[in-house]
């Protein structure tokens, strides 16, 4: 996957984060990864116990966690003891980060130039930003914005009234109307009474041939990206928060709302206005029924249904 910087970053020596806390080392801090993604010098956060098997084994040298929870992490990673992880993350977040936690408009945006982009065809009121990328025969339709270092892959369809930004996408992509992908997402720490934003640095990324039908939202991850995969369908009204990883040739209907950081897999359907609780783990081929709500992960090849969904079949003994 490229790297793109969409956000401004400065750069700070760890001590200057974390001025009452004594570090082996004053070194500078790279930039706020996932357990994951992490490698020296990158400042990660251990908030859960679900995540134990990510936090045994990452490579970030810095990691804001919990004092029940430092034990699981590697011995050379900095183990940063705080009261309240996510609310220190998203200081550190907003320091790093400065223009993360809000959709500033692009200014950089302005009609594209038929020389910049000799092989794409855009309707009226198009405005494209700052180093954007757009692949031959694709089509943006008319008042959409396509905002700085996005990249459209080949062959794509932008429908009218959509707005972009954040956010890479593959070949053979069909954004139709009034969509809204790569806005930040709903993120907050409340604190004495009063809300703390989290800033979102991650970015959307569409693989080929996705559709998305009208008026779908794809929120940016948070510190994660957000996944659509290869072959999947999103029908209309639907929304997908921070940190959703959505499997290859997945079919979503009309209204389903995916909370942040759940994990979709492969060939799974999900009937009309389901809504699907964050940081689940749905396996692949699973049908899930419509108005259905998901609280639990579930595994491979199961049908659910209802609230909280449950096995089909014990589902339907209830309905008797």
């Known amino acids: 996957m490229k790297t793109i910087n969409f956000f401004k970053k400065k750069s700070y020596k760890i001590n200057k984060l974390f001025p009452k806390i004594s570090f082996k080392s004053n070194d500078i801090v790279s930039g706020v990864k996932t357990l994951t993604s992490g490698n020296k010098n990158d400042l990660t956060f251990f908030d859960s116990i679900k995540y134990k098997s990510q936090a045994e084994k990452t490579k970030s040298k810095y990691c804001l966690t919990y004092e029940n929870l430092s034990s699981f992490l590697p011995k050379n990673t900095e183990k940063i003891i705080v009261k309240n992880v996510l609310y220190e993350l ?167 709302g995916f909370a942040g950081s759940t994990v979709i897999g492969n060939n799974v359907s999900i009937g009309g206005q389901a809504g699907i609780s964050g940081h689940l783990i749905i396996g692949n081929n699973v049908k899930i029924g419509g108005g259905s709500g998901v609280v639990n992960d579930i595994k491979d090849k199961q049908i659910v249904m209802g609230y909280p969904a449950v096995p089909l079949r014990e589902f339907l003994k209830k309905q008797k």
Do not use: W
Request: a positive charge.
């Open 90 to 256: 998203a200081k550190v977040l907003k320091k790093i980060y400065p223009t993360a936690d809000i959709d500033y408009p692009d200014i950089t945006t302005k009609p594209p130039s038929k020389k910049k982009f000799p092989f794409v065809k855009f309707c009226n009121n198009v405005l494209v930003g700052k180093n954007v990328k757009i692949g031959k025969n694709s089509f943006i339709g008319s008042n959409s914005i396509i905002e700085q270092n996005t990249i459209i892959g080949k062959n794509c369809v932008i429908g009218s009234n959509v707005v972009i930004k954040n956010s890479i996408l593959g070949d053979n992509v069909v954004i139709q109307d009034s969509c809204k992908i790569g806005q930040k997402g709903f993120g907050f720490i409340p604190i004495n009474n009063k809300n703390f934003k989290i800033p979102h640095i991650g970015k959307v990324v569409i693989e080929d041939d996705v559709e998305i039908a009208s008026g779908c939202t794809i929120d940016r991850g948070s510190v994660d990206d957000t996944v659509i995969g290869k072959n999947t369908y999103l029908d209309n009204q639907v929304h997908v928060a921070h940190n959703v990883k959505l499997g290859s040739n997945c079919m979503i209907a009309g209204q389903v």
